[in-house]
Nanobody
Framework: VQLQASGGGSVQPGGSLRLSCAAS????????MGWYRQAPGEERDMVAL???????QHAESVKGRFTISRDNAKNTVYLQMNSLKPEDTAAYYC???????????WGQGTLVTVSS
């Protein structure tokens, strides 16, 4: 599975960005796609996950501000980020995992910078 992410950039506090990630290759019928982020010197943390059936999980720190969605026909996951804060600054990584697979696939990372 290959993942191609896009949509990062720089924005002022309170602004919005939308990340996209397209998966290609041998897909699993039931899978989980999502976003993780990693700030310099920090661990990689889950931001949001969504299953093929639409089950969603958001980290507490982004609830009410970020929304994950997916288009199964396009094997693409999106992350709409609103009301961005400086502490949201990080490299954002797209992820993909099949239900019965022990392997998590990662995208190349896209940088989000929130600064005035």
């Amino acid at each position: 599975v290959q993942l191609q992410a896009s949509g990062g950039g720089s924005v002022q506090p309170g602004g919005s960005l939308r990340l996209s990630c397209a998966a290609s290759g041998k897909m699993f019928p039931i899978n989980f796609m999502g976003w993780y982020r990693q700030a310099p010197g920090e661990e990689r943390d889950m931001v949001a996950l969504i299953s093929t059936q639409g089950g969603i999980q958001h980290a507490e720190s982004v609830k009410g501000r970020f929304t994950i969605s997916r288009d199964n026909a396009k094997n693409t996951v999106y992350l709409q980020m609103n009301s961005l804060k400086p502490e949201d600054t990080a490299a954002y990584y797209c992820s993909y995992k099949g239900l019965l697979s022990s392997t998590t696939y990662w995208g190349q990372g896209t940088l989000v910078t929130v600064s005035s």
